[in-house]
């Protein structure tokens, strides 16, 4: 009696060691998924950014960069 006992428990404890694995690496896996579309959404917001910058107007940056700066003292 006892060792049917101690299989049934056995069986229901190492289901629940499954079934917490299984959902630490489902939680691992959306976090991946999350942070992947995270960084890819940065680095197109990067880009957007930078082209409209290069588009705005290219000469004003070449004028700005062209007029000497006074010294700061």
Same mark, same amino acid.
């Not at 299989?7 to 959306?30: E, F, K, N, Q, W």
């Given at each position: %009696?006892?060792?049917?006992?101690? %299989?049934? =428990?056995?069986?229901? =404890? &190492? /289901?629940?060691?499954v @079934? =917490?694995? !299984?959902? =630490?690496? &489902?939680?691992?896996? *959306?976090? %991946?998924?999350? %942070?992947?579309? *995270? !960084?890819? /959404?940065?680095r *197109? +917001?990067?880009?957007? !950014?930078l082209h409209?910058q290069?588009? +705005? &107007?290219?000469? @004003?940056?070449?004028? /700005?960069?062209?007029?000497?700066k006074?010294? @700061?003292?």
């Amino acid at each position: %009696m006892n060792v049917i006992h101690t %299989m049934h =428990l056995r069986r229901h =404890l &190492s /289901a629940g060691v499954v @079934d =917490l694995t !299984y959902i =630490l690496i &489902s939680i691992s896996v *959306v976090a %991946m998924i999350v %942070m992947a579309l *995270v !960084y890819v /959404a940065r680095r *197109v +917001e990067g880009a957007n !950014y930078l082209h409209r910058q290069r588009n +705005e &107007s290219t000469a @004003d940056t070449v004028i /700005a960069l062209a007029t000497p700066k006074s010294p @700061d003292w």
